[in-house]
Antibody, heavy 120, light 108 residues
Framework: QVQLQEAGPGLVKPSETLSLTCTVSGGSMSSYYWSWIRQSPGKGLEWIGYMYYSGSTSHNPSLKTRVTISVDTSKNQFSLNLSSVTAADTAVYYC??????????????WGQGIQVTVSS | EIVLTQSPSTLSLSPGETATLSCRASQSVRSYLGWYQQKPGQAPKLLIYDASNRATGIPARFSGSGSGTDFTLTISSLEPEDFAVYYCQQRINWPPITFGQGTRLEIK
């Protein structure tokens, strides 16, 4: 399993863009699918989307027009941008992954999570 | 979107007892359902995938069963470290991948 670590601002203003980065260690960027998941008291665990290093991607339809996920193999990182945020986007954001050699779409590696609050 | 409904919302048991947690899908997910454990302040941890397969390093007291729309996670001989929140997740019909709302297993 790879090790994942989220980074980014803990406070974002309404209508701005939430930007988070996940740094990967202990594995090849081409051997995993990279995903973002968030957790809030009101909505529980919510899958945001995933991206593979080749560019293959999928997003939650409820967020699709606001979400961009990108992968930077040179930096061993992947990122999340969520635009036009509101208070409803306040949550703990996790980066997560599954290995291409394992059963897909189950997340066997997770970051520790980062609390992001949307407030002016 | 497939909705996963977990029951009960809270389960109170003592160490040594057996826990039975349920997850019901709004439509068939065949056997493509997993279970996670989450402890306070930690990320979820994969326990079971595809209904009945234990993930790497998961003790044998954790077992999963079911298919179609009804699934069960059974934890036999509860250990103190097993008291946590448990989530189910489906992978057959996406996007989106969806999770249940969780069952809190607490010490009685």
């Amino acid at each position: 399993q790879v090790q994942l670590q989220e980074a980014g601002p803990g406070l974002v203003k309404p209508s701005e863009t939430l930007s988070l980065t996940c740094t990967v260690s202990g594995g090849s960027m081409s051997s995993y699918y990279w995903s973002w998941i968030r957790q809030s008291p009101g909505k529980g665990l919510e899958w945001i989307g995933y991206m593979y290093y080749s560019g293959s991607t999928s997003h939650n339809p409820s967020l699709k027009t606001r979400v961009t996920i990108s992968v930077d193999t040179s930096k061993n990182q992947f990122s999340l941008n969520l635009s036009s945020v509101t208070a409803a986007d306040t949550a703990v954001y996790y980066c997560a992954s599954w290995n291409t050699a394992m059963v897909p779409y189950y997340f066997d590696s997770w970051g520790q999570g980062i609390q992001v609050t949307v407030s002016s | 979107e497939i909705v996963l409904t977990q029951s009960p919302s809270t389960l109170s048991l003592s160490p040594g007892e057996t826990a039975t947690l349920s997850c019901r899908a709004s439509q068939s997910v065949r056997s493509y359902l997993g279970w996670y454990q989450q402890k306070p302040g930690q990320a979820p941890k994969l326990l079971i995938y595809d209904a009945s397969n234990r993930a790497t390093g998961i003790p044998a007291r954790f077992s999963g069963s079911g298919s179609g729309t009804d699934f069960t996670l059974t934890i036999s001989s509860l250990e103190p470290e097993d008291f946590a929140v448990y989530y189910c997740q489906q992978r057959i019909n996406w996007p989106p991948i969806t999770f249940g709302q969780g069952t809190r297993l607490e010490i009685k």
